[in-house]
């Protein structure tokens, strides 16, 4: 029987899809080289796990990459407004909080931007617990970030539904005993959740 719900945040609950963005307002060789040289690289997932700050990603990739400067600087403004809550899928968390379900947060994102966004939405207040990779400095998918929500929140697996946009992190659930959703299509997450519980 399933009592706790653990979930991701980017492409689960907030939008977070910078290519898109990029690919509709810069030309398409400057969208791909940003989404590789700052968006997909060691140096992001750093300041995700709290090794890096947001400040000193951005500074690198600006002293790095000084012909691509002025599209750095609009996308590191940027960042914020790119994350933003995918109403459809908020919009279940107080209804299965009624319903008695325990509510967690298990999510690899940034120090500052994660409490800007905390702070920005209330759909966080129906969550029992959160586990923020950052604050913990420990990422997704390795394992020890999973073990210190179980252990925090004395969370057993084999009572949680854990759902992810990632298949990686979705893997390392599964290893543990959690049962999962792999969140491949936001929009999507009503129609999955219902194949465990009532919506």
Sequence with gaps: MIKNIVFDLGRVLLNWDPYSYMIKHFEKEVAEFLKKHVFETEDWQMMDKGEITEEELWQDKLDKYPDYKDYI?????????????????????????????KLFVLSNFSKNTFQKVFEKYDFFKYFDGMVISS?????????????????????????SLYID?????????????????????????????KKYIEV
């Design 73 to 101: 600087l609009h996308m590191k403004n940027k960042v914020l407004d790119l994350l933003v809550p995918i109403e459809q899928n908020v919009s279940l968390i107080p209804l299965l909080k009624e319903k008695g379900y």
């Design 135 to 159: 604050h913990v400095r420990e990422i997704k998918p390795y394992e020890k970030i999973y073990q210190i929500l179980i252990k925090k929140y004395k969370v057993k697996p084999g009572e």
């Design 165 to 193: 946009d990632k298949i990686e992190n979705i893997e390392t659930g599964k290893k543990l005993g959690f049962k999962t959703i792999h969140l491949e299509m936001p929009l999507k997450l009503e129609e999955k959740l």
